[in-house]
């Protein structure tokens, strides 16, 4: 039984492993313009940079659906060994990618008219940060094509690439923002296009590297728009949308609660939260193998195998969690420390540390099911479990604010991690259980 464990255990970590790499590096791009800017002397450059980021965070986030599904039904198609159907897949997807990046440049002028000024930045900062948004919104095609391309290699059981991809698009980004900046001294707008070439470049590599490692032979327009098949992609990019957009309501709700409640606890949240990302980036490692390897076994039609991916995942995930939170116990103030030298901030951020710490148990069941549930093409399942979760937070939330102020924010946001794990679990089972009595 250890061997088979030993091989099920590598089968994971191969890619897991290389997907929280890429996601360490992927806040880089972000980490590197705002270190090239803040050496350009004026603080507006910095709060363009701010503003700008934050709405393509928003937009990308939403559209994060793209990879997801491509990543569940290529697992999928793998697993059955339908290679004419694995390979439209790829085409379907790059070209649904694309098409949505230039819906985006068509709309970018509308878009920064609504969205910049709700932002209520100064008038020199806004001005910048449109300038900032309409140049890099070009890079939009290519960005929402990577997303098709990393859900095509995940679903392939191929991370390692994802993360060649990555470090290749950072580097890029580095070497052009520095020079157009500093050689061209092109300030604002240097740095925007040296995000832009980095996205298309990174792009153009992924698709060489599955021209090279997979050649995917293209059928026809008649089978990428095959109608019964483009509707069941939609269908469950739709339930992935909907569920993105619940995680959204619940993050923008957090925010905006801890606002009301002034600057100091706006900031300590702010701080704290990054805990909690830091733990996701692991996390998302392991919904990755999820992803994969679920999606496969689906496709092959042994849902036996997917129980006892669960088990393994769940195992990882107690691991991380234990792991987490010991660290964030003994080292979370000295991470407060690092994050911000503002005394008042940090004191007001240990008063709620506790939550920080134990937020990795709450929430670790949550990545590991997301993973599994888009592996297996279960999307609605997956998005009843979050309106679940939401129901959770706002009903905690509203009836413990009065009495416990910033404690009921986080104990809300802790009780709708654990939820979404539950339901998820729970819904699991049953499904399971409906196809092998079916």
């Known amino acids: 039984m250890k061997q088979p464990f030993k091989e099920r255990g590598r089968a994971i970590l191969r ?170 001294k092109m300030k604002l707008a240097g740095v925007a296009l040296g995000t832009v070439c980095s996205q298309w470049i990174g792009t153009l590599y992924g698709l060489w590297i599955i021209r090279r490692k997979y050649r995917p032979r293209f059928n026809g327009w008649s089978d990428v728009l095959e109608k019964t098949d483009l509707k069941r992609f939609f269908s469950l990019n739709l ?16 925010t905006r609660a801890g606002s009301k409640m002034g600057t100091e606890i706006l900031a300590a949240n702010a701080i704290l939260m990054q805990l909690f990302m830091l733990f996701s980036f692991f996390m998302d490692g392991f919904a990755y193998a999820g992803e994969a390897i679920a999606g496969l076994e689906t496709g092959r ?20 969690a234990l792991l987490g939170t010991v660290v964030y116990f003994f080292c979370g103030e000295w991470i407060l420390h690092l994050l911000t030298d503002e005394m008042n901030i940090r004191e007001r951020a240990k008063e709620y540390v506790h939550w920080a710490i134990t937020i990795p148990l709450f929430g670790f069941m949550a990545f590991i099911y997301d993973g599994i549930y888009i592996g297996m093409a279960l999307t609605r399942k997956m998005l ?16 413990l604010r009065t009495a416990m102020g910033n404690d009921a924010l986080w104990l809300a946001f802790s009780l709708y991690l654990l939820t979404r794990g539950i339901a998820q679990l729970l819904l699991l089972r049953a499904a399971i259980k409906t196809s092998s009595n079916g």
């Open 15 to 184: 890619i897991a492993l290389p997907a929280i790499v890429t996601n360490i590096t992927t806040p880089l791009l972000s980490l590197v313009d705002i270190a090239i800017v803040g050496r350009l002397g004026a603080a507006s450059y910095l709060g363009a940079i701010a503003v700008g980021s934050s709405l393509f965070n928003m937009v990308y986030w939403l559209l994060n659906f793209l990879r997801a599904g491509t990543s569940g039904l290529t697992a999928q198609a793998l697993g059955s060994g339908q290679t004419s159907r694995l390979h439209t897949l790829f085409y379907r997807s790059l070209s649904i990618g694309a098409f949505f990046g230039v819906v985006l440049i068509a709309l970018s002028p509308l878009l920064a008219t609504i969205f910049i000024p709700f932002m209520d930045a100064e008038a020199a900062t806004a001005q910048l940060a449109e300038e900032y948004f309409l140049i890099v919104i070009w890079g939009a095609p290519a960005y929402l094509a990577g997303y098709a391309i990393t859900g095509w290699l995940l679903g392939n059981q191929n991370s390692a690439d994802t993360l060649r991809i990555a470090v290749v698009t950072n580097v890029v980004n580095i070497a052009l923002s520095v020079l157009f900046v500093f050689g061209f």
């Open 239 to 254: 339930d992935i949308f909907l569920r993105t957009v619940c995680l959204v309501a619940v993050t923008l709700w957090f």
């Open 301 to 320: 039609g042994d849902l036996r195998k997917v129980r006892v991916l669960e088990t393994d995942l769940l195992s990882w995930g107690v691991a991380l």
């Open 384 to 399: 009843l479990s979050m309106l679940m979760a939401v129901a959770v937070f706002f009903a905690f939330y509203f009836s």
